[in-house]
């Protein structure tokens, strides 16, 4: 049970989140500002929010728990996600920004007809509704157990705060929380670890008592051949995964989509280091866990180290973190049923206010949804088991023909639907229907070899098969066609304005509550039991990095004092 300090501490950031996305309820007039922030978002604004919205409470929960029993396979697992976002950056997020699309949607639909489109688009609502839902749940557990409550109605409540800002503000209002989730999550990590290391009587006493095979590179299930499946697996994933895809698509130009992959892969390099430590030296303080008591590890580990307040701002850090990826989701969800739906079927004719009603409206649909989902994740054997059957199944099949049509000329749609159906019906036959029959089911790395390898070669058979035949895609000549017609269009003056007006405010709110964090730290010093020097030294550098986003915004506002000065020409 926690303290009062600690309840106090998650109530006071949720109602400062909150606030944060009522103080953008005005700034989008549009779709494209609404959803894609004017596509003048800062290069390192989308790749801390795409990292944050990559992350979750889950990786506590589901990494952690395979930390706890594998050890430092868990790490490697997720530097896979470093591999990812480097082939991302080389290849994937400029050809997504060149591309001149809201959202990835879009670009199916102009690319490789209607048809794909609507069929990807209902796919990936539902798809989203489970996965997100399956990373609401771990969240709310941990909220539970630390607080006391019940877990439906902490995840109905906490779901629901998440979906708030994002129906409230759309992009900017998420990126700016996921900044501010990022500093706090990073201060209650950092300020676990040394804790966590001392309890377990120094590194060198980890070294010394951990389990064979504990340190290695692979363990249990988690083979060279799972490692090699992921990395193919999150280089689909990160270069896209349609949430994902709307940070390439939100900055200026194809160098800082390159930025913010880069950026992106840059902390993955480090943080699962820093992440996964804590359940493996609690491996050596407390080796009883079993089953799905493992995905209490990272929980157990925090309780026992850290004193209160600090437990609070390690909850809050969780907490948040989930709501940054779940309601990257919401606000893509929303922006392709509303621009991909709703605009281009219901109601061409819609005016950029009913678009914004509806987008708004949808983020609290589909935030409903996933509350439901997250409900049912127990049942369906935990956290773990759902996030790697989900990956498995939908990954190759959804994201790979997309992200093939960025680059050829040849993919037909009516290819890609083939090629999406044979593999989704094969992973769903493998996953579930093969088990009841045989009693037994593919390992982990062939479930993701084969999700990954199979549309991937239906791909490539589809390629070779057309330029043998020396045919182009009617589609591509089509969407090429449109890209011409784009680049003549001039854009609205106005619109340029509005985006630069509602960025530099994002920037000068992320100044603001970096200091407000700050200064909650600086507080919450006086409060600790330990780790009150560390305390100190992160909220003074927290204070420091307010300079960033301040000297970002003063650019902003110089140049539009310039663009105001040309107009009176």
Known sequence: MTSAIDTTVIAVFSLFILGIGVLFARTGKNMKTFFAGGEHVPWFIGGLSLFMSFFSAGTFVAWGSIAYKYGWVAVVIQWTM???????ACFIAPKWKSTGNLTAAEFIGER?????????????????????????????????????????????????????????????????T?????????????????????????????????PEGFLDFTNGEYTWGFILAFALYHICFIGGNWAFVQRYTSVPDTGSARKVALLFAGLYVICPII???????????????DGLETENAYLMVCNLVLPPGLMGLMLTGMYFSTSASANTTLNVASAVFTNDIYKSVINPKASDRRLIQVGRMASWAFGIGMIGIALLVPAAGGMVNVVLSISAITGGPLLLPPI??????????????????????????????????????????????????????LLIICEVYYAVKGQRSAEYENYMALRRQRKETVSVAGESADALKQNEFGLRVICFALAFTALLLFVLCFFTTSGRLELFLIALTITILCLIPYRASKKLRIKMAQMRAVETL
């Open 404 to 457: 093939w049509a960025l680059f050829s000329k040849r993919l037909t749609g009516k290819a890609t639907l083939i090629i999406t159906g044979l593999s989704l019906g094969l992973n769903l036959v493998f996953k579930s229907v093969l088990p009841l029959i045989t009693g037994s089911g593919l390992s982990r790395a062939n479930e993701m070899l084969l999700g990954v390898l199979f549309p991937l070669i």
């Open 275 to 289: 992440w996964m430590l804590p359940p493996m030296l609690y491996r050596i303080i407390n080796p009883g866990l």
């Open 82 to 88: 470093c591999l990812g976002g480097i082939a991302t």
């Open 178 to 210: 996921d900044i501010l989730q990022f500093v706090v999550l990073s201060a209650a990590v950092l300020l676990l670890l040394p804790l966590t290391v001392n309890k377990a009587g120094g590194m060198s006493t980890f070294l010394q008592n951990a």
């Open 112 to 176: 490789l007809g209607n048809k794909v489109q609507k069929f990807y688009a209902y796919i990936f609502l539902a798809v989203s509704l489970f996965s997100k839902g399956s990373i609401l749940y771990p969240v709310a557990k941990l909220v539970s157990v630390s607080l006391g409550y019940p877990l439906v109605p902490c995840t109905i409540i906490l779901g629901l705060l998440m979906i708030a800002y994002t129906a409230i503000g759309g992009l900017w209002a998420v990126m700016v």
